[in-house]
């Protein structure tokens, strides 16, 4: 029976020895007289002449595999075998900088996350206070915060832009444009002032217009963090030979502001809504293939 056994395996071996190998990387086999000088290796499950591969085609294989994610591990592209990769041993100084190293590596996205989110927060509050010396007028700007609890600055300090972009968010203008769209017919006193609401759409399979414009985000920031500074100006504009505070100043400021570019951006969603409503394609002038021809 070990007689068997033993003339199986020499001639699996032989079977084996005897096959002719070719490399799945670059395609060569034994043959091939530059190839005789390689080193062959099987390092995965697959069986017949492509379970061979060049040891230096393979571990450049693996060196592209491990450009792409050095925490992946190389698998035969076929079978999937995970291959089994030997390194030779390194003193006890390289491994304890290779540890370290792979440790930074580690912490290094949380302690870029801490410092990113500690440079936003400290940004904001900056903000936040400037912001209301700007508003209130520094003196009693100051004087305020001089009053109110450390703790709770450091809350409501950094909750200033970001309610600012919260509200910039908020589209009221396409709400208030549609409510006028639905009631205008009702309001006499609408149709005199907008008679472009009664204009009647030429394409009528265009009335289903979708006039909700997308948000940029960049703008939305701009506009949200620049609007105390503009509600200040304009304040100062109008309001500056008046008895009011600098608060009450800045607070009409931004209500005229809102409400002058409210209604500027109503008047141009409606008519760029009716410009969409007449659009239509029309024939292609043939005249022009006619010359050409």
């Known amino acids: 029976m070990e007689n068997d056994n033993i003339g199986q395996d020499s001639s699996s071996c032989s079977q ?3 096959e002719l190998k070719h490399c799945w990387v ?5 043959e091939d007289e530059y190839e005789n000088n390689s080193d062959w290796v099987s390092p995965c499950k697959c069986r017949g002449s492509t379970r061979w591969v060049h040891q230096s085609c393979v571990q450049r294989w693996v060196n592209e595999k491990l ?16 291959y089994i990769i030997v390194y030779d041993e390194v003193n006890f100084l390289v491994r304890m900088l290779n540890k370290l190293d792979q440790t930074a590596n580690q912490l290094c996205p949380f302690l870029t996350a801490g410092v990113v989110v500690s440079t936003l927060y400290w940004s904001a509050a900056s903000y936040g206070a400037i912001t209301m010396m700007q508003v209130m007028g520094e003196r009693e700007a100051i004087t305020m915060m001089e009053n109110t609890d450390s703790y709770m600055l450091l809350l409501v300090l950094p909750s200033i832009p970001l309610s600012l972009i919260l509200c910039k968010t908020i589209n009221w203008e396409e709400t208030l444009l549609l409510f006028v769209q639905r009631y205008t017919s009702h309001i006499p006193l609408l149709r005199t002032i907008m008679p472009s609401f009664l204009s009647e759409p030429i394409n009528s399979s265009a009335n289903t217009v979708q006039f909700n414009s997308v948000i940029n ?4 920031l701009c506009a949200a963090l620049l609007l105390p500074t503009t509600a200040t100006v304009v304040g100062n504009i109008l309001f500056n030979n008046s008895s009011y505070s600098y608060l009450q100043k800045t607070i009409l400021g931004g209500l005229v502001y809102i409400t002058v570019k409210g209604v500027v951006r109503i008047y141009q969603k409606q008519h760029n809504i009716i410009k969409e409503k007449t659009r239509k394609v029309i024939d292609y002038p043939e005249i022009d293939s006619e010359e050409n021809n």
């Open 16 to 18: 084996e020895s005897s």
């Open 26 to 30: 670059c395609f060569g086999t034994d």
């Open 67 to 82: 450009k792409e994610n050095l925490s992946i591990k190389a698998h035969c592209p076929q079978c999937h075998t995970q």
């Open 217 to 220: 985000p960049t703008t939305t």
